[in-house]
């Protein structure tokens, strides 16, 4: 994989670091580390301290996607249903704004997609064009 396409598809990995708990942390180092492994991407510790996360790192790209979606599925957030609202809740409300959170998760997780990997995607794209608030 190129470096273009490392940075971006690290973009998830910028978003899902930031201001984490240690526990939330760990947790999403190890969705990105797993789903690197499963969809054969190479992870470069320095790309993701040289990425800057604002939610638009993620080109619409279908390995950006697969990546983003299996990331999600990997904390137990994305299901073929969709957005699973409570449980993504549950795994940011630590040390964020439960309550500006949870309407934008709310909000966000009514996008549609075609197909489970566009579900994902589609909430990670309203969520940051939604989002008034730092994580």
């Given at each position: 994989?190129?470096?273009l396409?490392?940075?971006?598809?690290l973009g998830?990995?910028?978003?899902?670091?930031?201001?984490?708990?240690?526990?939330q942390?760990?947790?999403?180092?190890?969705?990105?580390?797993?789903?690197?492994?499963d969809?054969?991407?190479q992870l470069?510790?320095?790309?993701?301290?040289i990425?800057?996360?604002?939610g638009?790192?993620?080109?619409?790209d279908e390995n950006?996607k697969e990546?983003?979606a299996?990331?999600?599925?990997?904390?137990?957030?994305?299901?073929?249903?969709?957005?699973?609202i409570?449980?993504?809740i549950?795994f940011l409300?630590?040390?964020?704004?439960?309550?500006?959170?949870?309407?934008?998760?709310?909000?966000?997780?009514t996008v549609?997609?075609?197909?489970?990997t566009?579900?994902?995607?589609?909430f990670?794209?309203c969520?940051?064009?939604?989002?008034?608030?730092?994580?």
């Open positions: 994989m190129n470096f396409a490392s940075v971006t598809l998830l990995a910028a978003f899902t670091l930031a201001a984490l708990t240690p526990e942390q760990e947790e999403a180092d190890m969705a990105i580390g797993q789903c690197a492994t969809l054969g991407f470069d510790g320095d790309i993701i301290v990425v800057k996360y604002n638009t790192l993620f080109p619409g950006s990546f983003l299996c990331a999600l599925k990997q904390i137990d957030v994305l299901t073929d249903d969709g957005i699973q409570e449980k993504y549950d409300s630590e040390g964020h704004d439960v309550q500006a959170l949870s309407e934008v998760i709310n909000k966000c997780a549609d997609g075609d197909t489970v566009d579900k994902g995607y589609n990670y794209k969520f940051w064009d939604t989002k008034d608030f730092d994580l």
